[in-house]
């Protein structure tokens, strides 16, 4: 087991565009977090949509992260090499009655939830309203006979119970929240053309890699309500979390992958230095910087 108050930290991107800005604030400051505190930062290729990733976007974040001057070792997991891992994770929640199939197509379920006004809303729009959670598992099969496309779910009320008592995570910036896994309803694991999902395998991975403080954008806050209780189900050690700020474009708007100007291949070709460009994280980076630090040092003393 690693040294936890050594920290490994890690940046996952998915090589589905180019690195903007952003992506270069989460990737030093995992990178020098781990560095202070003595501990080692990864790199992981989270690739498992295989109609979105490209290997020309890992070679050029790989290129664009090696110009900032960070270093990582190397092979580094990709996600893509690993579905054997991913489907024995899932085998385990099914063997454990969690996970059911689901046939629905987006229509299906866009349907279902038109037809029914006052259909529960959570952080990634209207929850599955259960459609295949009926089925008999004797339909199920047939179904699955022949051959109809499926995705895997987590059947979330069953997986509260199992999971028991009241789920915790600790965000060094928002403190102890309670984990609310419940306002996702019946989650993605697998989806249909991929054997795994986001949450399946990065709860996997960081766990395997012994990753003990995950440093990522506010945008994914939400997500770690699902994290933690696969982390519960699974039986996997639960990590420090710092869910740091989002950096704005000149609009005010978040930076995405779609804002070409912003992207770290096109302030490269502009010219820029890495000393540079890390000065433009000013002063958001050292303010996250020295937040996460302290943060460590009381939990260390
Ligand atoms: N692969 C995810 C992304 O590129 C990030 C995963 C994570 O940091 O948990 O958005």
């Not at 009655?97 to 209207?126: M, N, Q």
């Not at 005010?252 to 890495?274: C, N, Q, V, Y």
């Not at 000065?279 to 302290?294: D, T, Y």
Request: contains cysteine; charged residues 20%; proline residues 7%.
């Amino acid at each position: 087991m690693p040294n936890p108050t050594l920290h490994i930290t890690r940046f996952a991107p998915s090589p589905t565009g180019q690195l903007h800005l952003g992506h270069a604030f989460s990737a030093l400051l995992a990178a020098e977090v781990a560095a202070a505190v003595g501990g080692s930062f990864r790199l992981r290729i989270e690739d498992i949509d295989a109609t979105r990733c490209r290997p020309e976007h890992e070679a050029g974040l790989r290129d664009d992260l090696a110009w900032l001057g960070l270093v990582w070792p190397e092979p580094v997991r990709r996600q893509s090499e690993h579905m054997a891992d991913y489907a024995k994770a899932l085998a385990r929640l099914d063997s454990l009655g969690l996970v059911y199939p689901c046939f629905c197509t987006r229509a299906d379920i866009a349907a279902e939830v038109a037809a029914s006004p006052s259909a529960p809303h959570g952080p990634d729009g209207p929850l599955y309203p259960g459609t295949c959670r009926h089925l008999s598992p004797a339909e199920a099969t047939a179904r699955q006979a022949r051959g109809a496309p499926f995705a895997l779910r987590l059947h979330m009320e069953a997986a509260l119970a199992q999971a028991g008592g009241d789920l915790v995570w600790t965000d060094v910036f928002a403190g102890t929240v309670a984990a609310e896994p419940a306002r996702f309803g019946d989650v993605v694991l697998a989806r249909k053309e991929t054997p795994t999902s986001y949450h399946l395998s990065v709860v996997h991975d960081d766990a395997l890699e012994g990753v003990s403080l995950i440093i990522r954008g506010r945008d994914l806050f939400e997500a770690t309500h699902v994290h933690r209780l696969l982390q519960a189900l699974l039986g996997l050690p639960v990590p420090l979390y710092a869910h740091h700020d989002l950096l704005c474009g000149p609009d005010g708007r978040r930076l995405a992958k779609r804002d070409r100007a912003e992207t770290l291949a096109s302030l490269r070709a502009g010219g820029i230095s890495p000393g540079d460009l890390r000065a433009r994280l000013e002063p958001a980076f050292s303010s996250a910087l020295e937040g996460i630090l302290s943060a460590l040092a009381v939990a260390q003393s």
